[in-house]
């Protein structure tokens, strides 16, 4: 509950931030250097992307990679976004799918949420949803989505397990679980990984790529697959770790290559339900 709670807390912060005209940074950056460019989340989505949505949508973006960009939408599919924010991945894949598919939100904030429904009002999208909820708890039936997307949410959840086995619960049989999020490569000594992971601004800790894979398949998903997007090295994080009053010199070789931003895929297999 408590990780919940602060996760709320730090989100509803941000889509107020947005709200009363300003960008959602609430990670490392805006600590630091007041917003400026955020290694992990910015330049994520092209002008073309940006274009189609609103920019409070755009302003409010805090993930880490391009889940629409990578993942296979067609039209008539329906695509659920687990930790929506303010809904750009929602809004893009409505987009995507077109009139006859659909596009759900999930989220339990507040605040995101009213922001979300905001920029869903001003995209003048009607084949979209945002539903107040937890990922660990998704509010749809058994088989009822062809994709399930999210964007840097997973490594916020304290309970992974039961996350990845809702996801493979509301997928249709065949249905793809297309997802961004950080992940951290090999094994890190403890204490560096806590110093890094509070960079990245993972609440509850991002998995290592093998835990990844073991928990998608111990869940019941097929194919799996992790691809790397962006690769973190120690100077990324180097001003906010010094603040902090990290000896980031002693930890920078432990670092290099090990954290990344990916994009994780997995089937639920077609015979499955
Ligand atoms: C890092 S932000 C990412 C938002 C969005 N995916 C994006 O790319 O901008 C995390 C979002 O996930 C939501 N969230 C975190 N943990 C959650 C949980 N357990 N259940 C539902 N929503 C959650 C937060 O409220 C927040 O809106």
Not at 46 to 54: L, M, V, Y
Not at 182 to 202: A, I, N, Q
Request: glycine content about 10%; some cysteine.
């Amino acid at each position: 509950m408590e990780i919940k709670e602060i996760v709320k807390e730090k989100y509803g912060q941000a889509a107020l931030r947005v709200t009363t005209g300003g960008s959602s940074c609430c990670g490392a950056s805006a600590t630091v250097d007041g917003c400026g460019v955020d290694p992990i989340t910015s330049h994520l989505y092209d002008a073309n992307q940006t274009g189609q949505i609103p920019e409070e949508a755009v302003l409010a973006s805090l993930g880490c990679g391009n889940p629409t960009a990578l993942a296979q939408l067609n039209p008539g599919e329906v695509v659920l976004d687990l930790g929506s924010g303010g809904g750009i991945d929602v809004l893009l894949s409505a987009k995507r799918v077109g009139p006859t598919g659909k596009a759900y939100g999930l989220d339990m904030t507040d605040e995101m949420l009213a922001l979300a429904r905001e920029n869903q009002r001003k995209s003048g999208l009607q084949n979209v949803e945002f539903l107040k909820g937890e990922i660990e708890n998704i509010p749809l039936p058994d088989n009822s989505v062809d994709v399930i997307i999210s964007n840097c949410v997973i490594n916020l959840s304290g309970d992974k397990d039961r996350v990845l086995q809702e996801a493979f619960r509301v997928l249709k049989p065949g249905g793809r679980f297309a997802v961004s999020d950080v992940v951290v490569r090999g094994t890190v000594p403890d204490e560096v990984r806590r110093s890094m992971l509070l960079w990245v601004g993972c609440i509850a800790g991002a998995l290592q790529d093998e835990q990844y894979v073991s928990k998608l398949a111990k869940s019941g998903f097929d194919q799996i697959e992790i691809e790397p997007t962006r690769v973190y090295n120690i100077e990324d994080a180097r001003t906010f770790l010094s603040a902090e009053g990290i000896d980031v010199d002693s930890i920078a070789a432990q670092v290099d290559g090990k954290f990344m931003s990916a994009f994780v895929r997995a089937i639920k297999p077609a015979a499955a339900c």
